[in-house]
């Protein structure tokens, strides 16, 4: 959900050929044509692993809308966030690879990005195999996505719902960015920018947790409000630090649309995973109906939940919690 | 006599408050029935008007709700009319075929396999169009786009201010959009336009996925209303509303307009009527706008399921609007204490509701209610206060007259004429008839107080004189009683005290002074001159001033008295008392002269001086402490001791004079005991100031104060002294044990060869008898007596070293001590001079003692061969008795007699008798140390007293049951020799 576009470089150009060739031969080999009261079988391609709670609702969502339709689901993860090493990637995209040699799913529904980079985009891109994707944040396109084969529901998040809510309850009209340094946050701020017009008066990338805590300090007086984004490669993140500066020292309102970062943000609209995987659950259905993919066009998901920390909220003085707002502390 | 005047009071501020006013009682009643009917009338105003605005709210409510509806369809329907006509045009567009423009004129096909209009056409039209790189491009798609540009680009114009837009659909992913300001066909990804066409196809809040139409399938008939959505293009709230374009029963595109309704949305949240809200459904029960749950639609894309709220009330208006339907009407809600307005919105079929609280009508029923009730409250004050005029004129102010007429006639303060001027006793009503008649008793009172206050003035001076003469009275006794507390004051302190008046003459003496000058009790009961009071001491001889000088003496004492205070000063009597006086002036001019007896403070101060004087002679350092441990006092030795200047140890903490381990040992061990004990007594390790330790003897003792008295003695010399006796005395002990090991191996090793000797020789006697010449028969008779000496000479020897190495052991059993006296008498016999007789004198029945008889015997004979050796002529007696516990052996013997200076050393090792030499009777020298030193092994001793000339007694003395050797036998006491 939060890698990036670029592709493995040690396949291109060389073994690019090779490979998309060998791909589509696997992919034509897989493809397996639907006939009449043949079971219907979906495979779904988890990037990560089981235990990650955002892709688990993904894929609980998926079972749930397949449920009935007499469809037999199998759910596969990669496990690339744990292994994350470019080896352990690519055996798992092999392995995904196997299992559907030998389960011939009719539809493969995939889950965040490195499913799409490493099984979709490699092995099975315009081939037979239908292929639904979901959590790709904010632009396919960097996969060279759609394909003939393949649609999907683009992750985007409910920016300008979020900072509208700021600036209701800011002093001024100055709006900070605090993030992870790396590539897909620094595209995703453009994207805020590009998309919704909003312009950061002070941006904050950091590598690691100190740095992190210096910049949201910082922060509370550099800008009026303050968006904070995804942590998740800050690897000595320490949670109980982090959740007590942010509740002792925050002095402007803050938003996010992570529900994880919720313990050191004000405010926040979370994505709903469950949206995505009925999505693609039903994406999937259509085309077990006959449906071809490329006429399923390309989506976004819409559906959000307000999030609200009173703790926070209760240290810079705002008293009243948005109606229907989920309580995160 | 007369009565005494009371003072006068207003009758209207009499003993009961406010008098009740008949004006003000008056008014009371009829303003309490006065208000009565305001209220009445109120009441029923109120519930007389509630009806009517109930109704006329309820009729207003249902033309606002008419008239919303029908202002928020015009966008909708004027939108559902466009695209009406524009699907005609655009039929008309696809089938004229005048049409002639170039596809690839108006589209380019992109890297990324999409095709989107050129960036001319855009700016010259503000038309933008995007075909999905998957589409089919085939001629159909071609000439639908190409006439979806043309109509797009002849009616756009129209739009602005209408629509957001206006589109063209293909069902394969193809879009033609006019959008002034927007080239969104251009510029966004694929993902941005194909959402936003999957939202523009999606009916309202279905959520599901959207499927690009083929222009065979059924498309949808009429026109579609999608969901409100966030346009990402125009980053507004928007709601599509779409109508297919159906060709010979073919879908060939739908158009299109977006709607941005972010103004019904406002209007919706913020209501016309003050405490009503409005709220909008879709028709699947998603709310779209709630003036409280704005912020939750929006997070949920526009649309927030009723279902999600957990709002029971929401889903109650939803089904009561689903069930009034369109148009509408105005409902009450069940339940709830409000009605429901309810109308449907044309086109997308929303349901607007507006909830109009019952309170609001109750509220304005209450409005109208107070004023009602406010204006007649205010008819009702104008009423009373008229009212209150009236009643004042014609009533109050003529009884308020009569009543002040009758207080100042009470008062008496102004006269009999001018009180009545104030009554009108020419009105003709009730009101004339009183004051006339209460004229009449004016009058009639008059008279009689003139009498009556001729009596009253004398009666009232008769009390003044008693008054003052009870009050002098009092005081008198007051001041007596102060005196008396005053004397009994004085006679309780030890203060002696003189008061003198002004002449110096006594006024008061204490018991104190009585007794110091030794005055009788009464000498003070006439008043004496300070100068007979002392000419009456001097005679009691207590001055010590001689006759001369006690004229002068006399004269100035006085003078010194009489000039003012002076003072304190002492005075020495002659009977040895030390007075210490103070005259002090008193503000009469007299004086006051106090005496205190310091004789024994005196005295306590002298031996206090002494004490210092031998603190500070004394060697030993001597120091007091308070109770925080710092010294107060220290003596020259003290501060010496530490090394210290006297002044600077003052104030000082003793802690500072021992290092940290001493103090350690201080707090566990010596605190405790002082605590507990109030001294210790101890030697410890001071500390000097230079830092160097020395040991000390000290003593401390707790005061009464929580302080100390601490003696010290530096006894670093002594320590030194006493390790330098330690050390030599262990080399001592060293030196004799190792000598006592010496002799112990010597004689045993000397022993066995010297048995041997003493044998052979003995043999050789034996077997040469008779046969060697006699000199060389003397010579073995010599080397026999030679040898059996020195053997005789070992064994005493190896006694003494079992002794001093104590291996000597003592046998505890019993035995008949006048046997053990007869057996040595009897071994002894042979080696008595002839003619010395031999005798014992023993108690025939004295019972067995309890001992070791073996060493008993040794020592016996060798007292018995001692005495043998010395003895010419005369006796030898051994005499036994017992004295209590004690038994004693004496061997009496009539010998030559040891000199005195001979018997200090008789009982060391190697000592010898001149005497014994000239006798020829020798011996070793170790049979008297060995003797005493046995003795003092079984607790006893042996003493000598002896005479030259006339002989000896050894009296052996041992316990009657001894057990062991109690005294030490290394170190044998100086021997006492006594005199016969």
Known sequence: MTSGFDVPQHLWPDRRRLLVGAGALLAGAAATPLRANEPRRVLHVDSYHRGNEWNDRIAAAVEKALTGTGVTLRIEHMDTKRRDSEADKQAAARRVVDVIDTFKPHVVTTSDDNAVKYVLMPYYRDADLPFVFCGVNWDASGYGLPYANATGMVEVSPIPQIVEWLKRNASGPRLGFLAEDTPTKHKEMKYHERLFGIGYDATYFVSDFPGWVDAFRAAQTEVDMLMLLGVGRITDWNADVARRVAEDETRIPTGTDFAWLMPYSLFGIGKLPEEQGEWVAGAALKILDGVSPRDIPVTHNVRGELLFNPRIAATIGIKRRPPLARVIE | ?980
């Open chain 2, 1 to 980: 006599m007369g009565r005494p005047e009371k003072p006068p009071t207003d009758s209207t501020d009499n003993r009961h408050g406010s008098p009740p006013s008949l004006a003000r009682s008056t008014l009371w009643r009829v303003g309490t029935r006065i208000a009565l009917v305001v209220l009445v009338a109120t009441a029923f105003s109120y519930w007389h008007v509630r009806s009517g605005i109930e109704e006329q709210a309820l009729a207003g409510l249902e033309r606002y709700v008419s008239e919303r509806r029908a202002r928020e369809s015009v966008p909708l329907l004027d939108a559902e009319e466009s695209l009406a006509m524009l699907v005609r045009q655009y039929e008309k567009a696809l089938q004229d075929p005048g049409t002639e423009t170039s596809f690839n004129d108006l589209f380019v096909e992109q890297d990324d396999g999409t095709w989107r209009t050129t960036r001319e056409l855009f700016d010259r039209d503000w038309v933008s169009g995007f075909v999905g790189k998957h589409a089919d491009v085939d001629a159909e798609t071609r000439r639908a786009l190409i006439g979806a540009v043309d109509v797009v680009r002849r009616f756009g114009p129209s739009w602005p201010g209408r629509f957001a837009n206006g589109y063209v659909l293909t069902p394969n992913q193809a879009v033609v959009m006019f959008w002034p300001g927007h080239d969104w066909a251009l510029g966004g990804g694929d993902w941005e336009i194909f959402g936003k066409l999957a939202l523009m196809r999606e009916a309202s809040g279905s959520g599901g996925v959207v499927v690009s139409g083929r222009r065979d399938a059924e498309p949808a008939k009429g026109t579609r209303w999608s969901g409100l959505y966030y346009d990402y293009g125009v980053r507004r709230w928007v709601v599509s509303v779409t109508r297919p374009v159906v060709v010979e029963g073919r879908h060939i595109a739908s158009v299109g307009h977006d709607l941005m309704l972010q103004d019904l949305i406002e209007r919706t949240v913020t209501s016309d009527i003050e405490g009503a809200y409005n709220l909008l459904f879709d028709a699947d029960g998603n709310l779209i706008a709630h003036p409280r749950f704005m912020e939750a639609i929006q997070a949920r894309g526009g649309a927030l399921p009723v279902g999600e709220t957990d709002d029971g009330h929401l889903k109650t208006l939803f089904s009561i609007a689903a069930e009034v339907g369109r148009p509408g009407g105005l409902v009450e809600v069940p339940g709830q204490d409000e009605y429901l307005a309810v109308s449907r919105l044309d086109g997308p079929g929303w349901y607007l509701l507006t909830v109009f609280p019952k309170e609001l009508i109750a509220f304005e029923a209450v409005n109208m209610a107070y004023i009602v009730f406010g204006l007649g409250f205010a008819a009702l004050l104008l009423e009373l206060t008229i009212l209150s005029g009236v009643l004042r004129r014609q009533i109050g102010e003529p009884l308020k007259a009569l009543v002040r007429t009758a207080d100042r006639t009470r008062a008496g303060d102004v006269a009999h004429e001018e009180i009545l001027g104030e009554l009108d006793t020419g009105r003709s009503d009730e009101i004339g008839t009183l004051a006339r008649a209460f004229k009449d008793m004016l009058n009639e009172l008059e008279r009689r107080e003139t009498a009556l206050a001729s009596g009253n003035a004398e009666l009232s001076r008769l009390n003044l004189k008693l008054r003052h003469e009870l009050g002098e009275r009092k005081r008198a006794e007051s001041e007596l009683q102060r005196h008396r507390e005053l004397n009994a004051l004085l006679d309780s302190i030890d203060y002696g005290v003189l008061f003198l008046d002004a002449d110096l003459k006594s006024r008061l003496a204490n018991d104190a002074y009585r007794r110091m000058w030794q005055t009788a009790p009464d000498y003070y009961d006439q008043r004496r001159t300070l100068r007979e009071d002392m000419e009456e001491s001097r005679r009691r001889g207590l001055y010590m001033v001689s006759e001369a000088d006690w004229p002068e003496y006399l004269d100035e004492r006085i003078d010194r008295i009489r000039a003012g205070p002076f003072g304190p000063e002492e005075l020495q009597l002659s009977n040895g008392r030390i007075m210490e006086y103070e005259c002090t002036a008193l503000h009469d001019g007299g004086r006051m002269l106090t005496y205190y007896d310091i004789t024994d403070l005196k005295r306590a101060q002298a031996n206090l001086r002494i004490h210092l004087e031998g603190m500070e002679s004394s060697m030993d350092g001597m120091a007091l402490l308070d109770h925080q441990g710092r010294y107060l006092y220290v003596n020259y030795a003290h501060a010496r001791v530490y090394g210290y200047e006297r002044e600077a140890m003052i104030g000082l903490s003793w802690r500072a004079l021992y290092d940290d381990d001493e103090l350690a040992r201080f707090d566990r061990e010596i605190v405790p005991v002082i605590h507990s004990r109030g001294r210790w007594r101890g030697e410890a390790t001071g500390r000097r100031q230079g830092g160097q330790t020395f040991p000390q003897d000290l003593s401390l003792a707790a005061t009464e104060n929580g302080g100390l008295v601490c003696v010290v003695r530096d006894i670093s010399e002594r320590k030194a002294r006493e390790r330098a006796l330690d050390q030599a005395l262990q080399r001592a002990e060293e030196s004799n044990a190792a000598k006592t090991r010496f002799l112990a191996a010597m004689s045993h090793e000397l022993r066995t060869p010297l048995n041997a000797i003493i044998g052979f020789n003995r043999i050789v006697s034996r077997k040469t008898e008779g046969v060697i010449p006699e000199r060389q028969s003397d010579n073995l008779a010599k080397i026999q007596t030679s040898a059996e000496h020195l053997l005789k000479l070992i064994n005493e020897i190896l006694d003494i070293s079992k002794i001093e190495a104590g291996r000597m052991d003592v046998a505890f059993i019993p035995y008949a001590p006048s046997g053990v006296a007869d057996e040595c008498l009897r071994l002894i016999e042979p080696m008595v001079q002839p003619g010395v007789a031999l005798r014992c004198d023993c108690v025939c029945d004295m019972p067995h003692a309890t001992g070791d008889a073996a060493k008993v015997r040794q020592i016996l004979m060798n007292l018995l061969a001692n005495a043998a050796r010395c003895t010419l002529s005369g006796e030898i007696c051994i005499a036994v008795e017992r004295d209590g516990e004690r038994l004693r052996f004496a061997v009496i013997d009539t010998g030559i007699g040891i000199a005195p200076e001979a018997q200090a050393t008789i009982f060391e090792e190697f000592a010898r008798l001149d005497g014994a030499a000239r006798t020829g009777a020798e011996g070793t020298g170790l049979g008297l140390p060995i003797s005493r030193r046995l003795a003092r092994l079984m607790g006893g001793d042996i003493t000598v007293r002896s005479e030259p000339g006339e002989g000896s007694t050894f009296t052996l003395d041992l316990p009657f049951a001894s057990r062991s050797g109690s005294l030490p036998v290394s170190e044998p006491a100086p021997s006492r020799a006594v005199g016969t």
